[in-house]
């Protein structure tokens, strides 16, 4: 098989790289080596940032019908607020934030791809690459463990942390693993907190974060100690019970845990976004932890501005040029995502009692300052950070 450009991996930012390319009419395939959307529990938080992205390819709409909508995250410390982060007041046409499931969004991107006449190659691991010319050549096993070549001019890889493009092209992402790990449950509670809000909630037993999800559900978030990076196994609801009782909220009673997950938590980056005519998108570029929800947020917009400019090359500008501008626009925009993540942990996982008195002093007093929030909200939007802003070229329409 022989295309322009060969996109490994069809989660959100593989999704996104092909429905840019099929808009711009460039020709290329897409292969995964999963069957369709993710099943487990991932990316809730859909930010500004990538909704005007995904406005752009016409999903956005479709998603916002299928989610919740928040307009504040509280940061509250045993039921008493200490600070608010505005979302509703960034610069957006989307001034909130947006609660759905990773697999309704990837639902979504897939129904969009499938109606601008693409399908991606379900089933298609992909095990080798390597340059041959001015092509690459991308090997692998289809569903029937048949071996499968491609041929393209531009590798993408949007095959996740554990990419085999990045390892295929000789790039690195050294990470650091925290000590730190989540716990994640979708559940049904009754007498909870106000549902019109996302909640955020340390204290000296650690984080707990709570988020309404469309049909009265909640996503709880819990940090629990993991030393020597062991993932703990997904909470039962008496654990859960637990931990909640702990945190703050004592009267609310969980009634049925639908999902449940424990996370283990990294962060680092790519030494690079690319090398040659091969790129790097969302987690195999960057993996940070889910504190603030902007892991899939940044991919997406990683996705949007790769396309834009490989649909430059394939109108005739120089390759070289143009993907380092991709490289550096998005290393950048990761690095700031990275380091913001990586303040949040800090802040909010540390469980001494000197420390939580100390935190819960800082919060109360950074609540007090309209420039912190406002600053913070800006931050957390990823708006500053969408193509459109970084100076990323525009995405043309065949
Ligand atoms: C508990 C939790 C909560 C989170 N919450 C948020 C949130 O609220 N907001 C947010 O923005 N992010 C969140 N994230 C992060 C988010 O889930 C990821 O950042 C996002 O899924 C990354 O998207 P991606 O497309 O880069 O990679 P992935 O989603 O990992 O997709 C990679 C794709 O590549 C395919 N693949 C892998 N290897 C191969 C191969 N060799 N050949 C072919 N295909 C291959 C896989 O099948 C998969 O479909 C959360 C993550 C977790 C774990």
Redesign the pocket.
């Known amino acids: 098989m022989n295309t322009f450009v060969c996109v ?8 996104v790289t092909a429905i840019g390319l099929a808009r711009a009419g460039v020709p290329f395939v897409l ?4 069957h369709g959307p ?1 099943t ?8 500004a940032g ?1 909704l005007e992205v995904l406005d752009e390819l016409d999903v956005a709409g479709d998603l916002l019908r299928e989610g919740t909508l928040v307009r504040d995250f509280r940061i509250a410390v045993r039921g008493r607020a200490l600070m608010r982060i505005p979302l509703g007041e960034v610069p957006s046409r989307f001034p909130y934030v947006l609660l759905v499931p ?1 697999a309704t969004t990837e639902a979504e991107l897939y129904a969009r791809l499938a109606e601008l006449g693409h399908t991606p190659l379900s089933g ?4 080798g690459a390597r340059q041959d010319g001015d092509h690459y050549e991308i090997t ?1 096993e289809d569903p029937g463990g048949r071996p499968f070549t491609v041929r393209a001019r531009h590798l993408v890889g ?8 990045r390892d295929a092209i000789g790039v690195g992402l050294p990470r650091h693993t925290y000590d730190t790990a ?1 716990l ?1 449950a979708d559940v049904d509670m009754r007498d909870g907190p106000d549902p019109g809000l996302a909640h955020i909630m340390p204290s000296r037993h650690g984080l707990l974060f709570l988020a309404p999800l469309p049909r009265g559900r909640w996503r709880l ?1 819990i940090s629990v100690r993991s030393p020597g990076g062991r993932r703990p196994d997904p909470p039962s609801r008496a654990e859960v019970q637990g931990h909640l009782r702990q945190r703050g909220l004592p009267r609310a009673t969980i009634t049925t845990v639908h999902k449940s ?1 424990g ?1 283990l938590l990294h962060h680092g980056i790519a030494d690079d976004f690319g090398r040659g005519r091969a790129a790097l ?4 570029a960057h ?1 940070h932890s ?1 504190a603030g ?8 917009q990683d ?1 949007h501005d790769l396309a834009a400019t490989l649909a430059t090359i394939h109108r005739g500008e120089d390759a070289a040029t143009a993907l380092a501008g991709y490289r550096r626009r998005r290393m950048d925009a990761a690095r700031q995502v990275v380091a913001f993540t990586d303040r949040i942990m800090r802040l909010v996982t540390l469980d001494t009692v000197a420390v939580h008195v100390l935190r819960t002093s800082a919060f109360a007093l950074a609540g007090l300052v309209p420039a912190i929030r406002r600053r913070v909200a800006l931050m957390v939007s990823c708006t500053t950070r969408t193509p459109a802003r970084t100076g990323a070229p525009g995405l043309p329409s065949a």
């Open positions: 490994v991996g069809a989660g959100p930012a593989g999704l292969l995964d080596a999963g993710v487990e529990s991932r990316g809730l938080v859909v930010h990538a990773q298609h691991r992909v095990t692998g949007a095959d996740g942390l554990h990419s085999t493009v989540f994640s978030i997950a996370v998108a969302g987690d195999a993996v889910p929800g902007m892991g899939m947020n940044t991919g997406i996705a």
